[in-house]
């Protein structure tokens, strides 16, 4: 009877063959832990999700971009053409960076004139998130502040109200991280003491034409300073004077 010859019995899983170099294979097996993971670093780089696209990390992108156009053609064809009490535009530059500098969102205007400040302030809104609520009592004021916000592309980030200031200011809730202030001076204590408990820890009230003498403007400051929670400092870069009064954080 013809003997078969023996078969090689198969190796189990994990074997290491005989006079194979064990330090061999464990290094095989290391390197191809190595590929895998670099392949997959590679394919969640590429990922969608992987990193914030550029114009999220810009603020918005070519959106922002057109807006921040618009706005300045709009500013630059009005230099030098306001009228009816707005600001400087060095002045509404001014409140534009303090906005963006402590990322306000929640203010107020108190007295909108035509709108060149409110066109500052929104623009400046509209990096942050926020949104402007200005107040005007003049019906003629009002309507051109209107147009000139449309024209301006801000008007999205604004809610103008018609009405006197002397009992909006009491009855709008806030609560409101900037205030600018630049209606009646002889009222402006009176604004002060109405929205100030509104202001939020961090939050600042601003006043134009402080530089200005009488016309309550003596009566403000004095309030300013007797303000506990409270610190002021003057801007003087046109020659109105902005005074910033900024509320300590509790």
């Known amino acids: ?8 019995r198969p190796m189990r899983p994990g074997q290491v063959m005989s006079g194979q170099p064990r330090f061999s294979i464990r290094l095989a097996r290391r390197h191809a832990i190595w590929v895998a993971a670099a392949i997959a670093l590679i394919v969640l780089a590429a990922s969608p999700g992987a990193a914030p696209r550029a114009d999220i990390q810009s603020g918005g992108g070519s959106a ?17 053409t306001w009228r009816d009490l707005n600001v400087p535009a060095e002045d509404g530059q001014f409140l534009h960076d303090l906005i963006v ?4 969102t929640r203010a107020l205007e108190i007295g909108t004139s035509t709108g060149h400040s409110g ?16 107040l005007e009592i003049d019906p003629r004021r009002h309507e051109q502040a209107l147009a000139n916000f449309k024209e301006a592309g801000v008007d999205r980030y604004i809610d ?14 806030g609560p409101w991280d900037f205030v600018f ?24 009230f601003t006043a ?5 003498r009488g016309g309550g403007i003596g009566d403000f400051l004095t309030a300013l300073r007797a303000l506990p929670d409270g610190q002021t400092t003057i801007d003087r870069t046109s020659s109105a004077g902005i005074s910033v009064t900024c509320k300590t954080r509790g």
């Open 160 to 173: 103008a109200r018609l009405g006197d200031a002397h009992e909006l200011t009491r009855t709008l809730a």
């Open 101 to 104: 500098k402590h990322k306000f």
């Open 1 to 8: 009877m013809t003997k078969r010859p023996k078969m090689p």
């Open 181 to 204: 202030s630049d209606a009646d001076k002889d009222w402006y204590a009176n604004y002060l003491a109405a929205v100030w408990p509104k202001v939020q820890p961090g939050g600042c």
């Open 119 to 134: 066109v500052w302030i929104a623009w400046a809104l509209s990096k942050t998130g926020g949104r402007l609520t200005t």
């Open 64 to 80: 922002d971009a057109a807006l921040d156009a618009r706005v300045k053609k709009f500013l630059e064809q009005r230099r030098g």
């Open 208 to 212: 134009h034409n402080v530089s200005m």
